[in-house]
């Protein structure tokens, strides 16, 4: 259809209480949407000992 375009939507959560600690929204699904989503999160939190699992 005319005028449709696909949203990829990047998620870090926090899964001690299930928050959403940062997000990102991008019309390609590339590794530059993965590392603004990780940008976005070192300058919110204090990641110091933090352990990132991606699946």
Known sequence: MAG???LYLSTILDLY???V???QISDAQNAQLVLDT???VFRKCN???TI???D
Do not use: F, Q, R, V
Request: zero cysteines.
């Open 4 to 6: 449709e375009s696909k």
């Open 17 to 19: 209480n299930n928050e």
């Open 21 to 23: 600690i940062a997000y």
């Open 38 to 40: 990780l940008e976005l």
């Open 47 to 49: 990641t110091a000992g």
């Open 52 to 54: 990132l699992h991606s």
